[in-house]
């Protein structure tokens, strides 16, 4: 079977603001959402900025359970999920349960959660032996990253494959793409699939400061972000979340919905060395050509981590930047597992 597949809804949680207008508003302003982090102290950090949302889950429709269970990355991805349901006009009761599924791709799970809930348990790091009966009674979500999209699934009455996704910086790519592939090949007729981070937390900012892959311009949040900027320094930390509804495309204009795109092919590949960095034996990274309904004169999007040795478009895709467009929503909203660079 092979089935193709259309975006039909969108959902976004995002610095700056809270929804697709808010955040389309933001990256086509020129302005940016970076600043000095506010969500803890950050003193004794090498970088102490971020790209931080603005975020009140009870306006944001989620009620008080919900705010109290959930971790803010799992927040941010309910909002956005229904956000993008209700863009693309899907009626939820009309559609057997069980073909409607979720993926939900984030790269840390619930860190700013553990990272509290730890605090407490450990009385501040000051005790090895950790006191349980201190934590609060959602920990175990908190742990096991499947929750996410338990929560989405459980938000829109999803009975179909539910499923997390954690590759890194492009988990949400891999959800969608892992998404298509469901509708593809039948297993599933309606996706709602995406990502959702909130990493900012000091066991997060401690980590990238031991990489040294975060900007130090603490001086200068709004211009920290430079990935094609010979000064590039480092990427500056961000949060938020991106949904779309996905549909088998025959089935959309039946109903007659918006399409805003159809998602043509999707390829994933490691280069099996590096994090960040490319072999000096080697110009490029292999395209993923593997793909089993990949077009030809597709061009993969560009990676722009803003570190000093992350690869530039041309050594990358083995395109010419002069014929290569290049753009890029880490400046504005901060680099997570979300952001899609084109």
Not at 56 to 67: F, M, S, T, V
Not at 107 to 117: C, K
Request: overall charge positive; charged content about 20%.
């Amino acid at each position: 079977m092979d089935r193709r597949v259309v975006v039909t809804g969108i959902g976004v949680v995002a610095p700056g603001g809270v929804g697709v207008k808010r955040f389309w508003d933001l990256i086509t302003s020129g302005t940016t959402a970076t600043r000095r982090i506010s969500l803890f102290d950050p003193v004794g950090f090498r970088s102490q900025i971020a790209a931080e949302v603005d975020f009140d889950p009870l306006a944001e429709g989620l009620d008080q359970q919900q705010a109290r269970r959930m971790d803010r990355a799992a927040q941010f991805a309910t909002v956005s999920a229904l956000e993008a349901v209700a863009d693309a006009e899907l009626d939820l009761r009309s559609l057997p349960p069980h073909r409607l599924g979720v993926v939900v791709g984030s790269a840390v799970g619930a860190t700013m959660s553990l990272d509290r809930e730890y605090a407490v348990v450990s009385n501040g790091g000051t005790s090895w032996e950790v006191d349980h009966t201190y934590a609060v009674p959602h920990l175990y979500d908190y742990f096991v990253p499947s929750s996410f999209a338990a929560e989405v699934a459980w938000a829109v009455g999803a009975e179909g494959p539910a499923t997390v996704v954690s590759t890194g910086c492009t988990s949400g790519l891999d959800a969608v793409g892992h998404a298509v592939e469901l509708i593809r090949e039948g297993s599933a007729d309606v996706m709602i699939a995406g990502a959702s981070d909130a990493p900012i937390s000091p066991i997060t900012l401690a980590c990238f400061d031991a990489i040294k892959a975060t900007s130090p311009r603490n001086d200068d949040p709004e211009h920290a972000s430079r990935p094609f900027d010979r000064t590039r320094n480092g990427f500056v930390l961000g949060e938020g979340s991106a949904v779309f509804v996905l549909e088998e495309l025959g089935a959309a204009l039946r109903r007659g919905a918006r399409v805003y795109a159809e998602i043509s092919g999707f390829a994933s590949r490691s280069n099996a060395y590096h994090m960040t960095g490319l072999r000096r034996t080697a110009g490029r990274w292999p395209r993923p050509s593997a793909a089993p309904w990949m077009r030809p004169g597709f061009r993969p999007p560009r990676s722009t981590t803003s570190t000093p040795t992350g690869p530039a478009p041309s050594r990358t895709t083995g395109m010419r930047p002069r014929r290569s467009s290049r753009c890029s929503v880490t400046p504005p909203t901060g680099h997570r597992s979300v952001r899609s660079n084109r």
